[in-house]
């Protein structure tokens, strides 16, 4: 089995060609639906279970709402000229928080999709001047460009799509 690497250990290449955000939002879009072809017809109990990993299902699919306004916030930082992006809580403090797991997961994936729509809307409004514009990430400490931080959210979106695959796949 391949080893993944953690999540905060991933490196982020700038990316130079800003149209490709074009093609990024298609895929941020899809997510929603990812997810729920992933679960379709996974046994509800299940998707509370741990086993191995930190979080459930639930709380996996919880998470990538809980980040919503994080990601929506540093677009519009980066379409406003700001020179540094908010900074994450990266405890996950909403997240562990959160009783993710006694909501329903059907829910769960509708909240989630309702707030990447403000997500994509956002994207899809930016201007070619833009694109241009760049923004400070606070852990990583490299400059982001509106594709550079969609391409952020749509690999941290996979990270947990496929720990979600990996959980399923213990069953």
Do not use: C, M
């Given at each position: 089995m391949i080893k993944r690497t953690k999540w905060f250990d991933r490196k982020f290449a700038t990316?130079?060609?800003?149209?490709?955000?074009?093609d990024i939002v298609e895929r941020l879009e899809g997510t929603g639906l990812r997810i729920e072809h992933?679960?379709?017809?996974?046994?509800?109990?299940?998707?509370?279970?741990?086993?191995?990993?930190?979080?459930?299902?639930?709380k996996?699919?919880?998470h990538l709402a809980?980040?919503?306004?994080?990601?929506l916030r540093r677009v519009q930082q980066i379409r406003a000229g700001e020179a540094d992006l908010v900074a994450a809580d990266l405890t996950n403090k909403?997240?562990?928080d959160a009783?993710?797991?006694s909501r329903?997961?059907?829910?769960?994936?509708?909240?989630?999709?309702?707030q990447r729509?403000?997500?994509?809307?956002e994207l899809r409004a930016c201007t070619g001047a833009e694109l241009d514009h760049q923004a400070k990430h606070p852990r990583l400490g490299t400059p982001m460009k509106l594709v550079d931080l969609a391409y952020f959210v749509a690999e941290h979106d996979d990270h947990h799509l496929a720990s979600i695959h990996e959980m399923l796949m213990q069953k």
């Open positions: 990316i130079d060609d800003s149209s490709l955000l074009i992933k679960l379709h017809n996974s046994g509800s109990a299940y998707l509370q279970s741990t086993a191995n990993y930190k979080w459930s299902i639930k996996q699919v919880g809980d980040l919503e306004p994080l990601w909403k997240t562990e009783e993710h797991d329903r997961i059907k829910d769960l994936i509708a909240d989630f999709t309702e729509k403000k997500l994509i809307s």
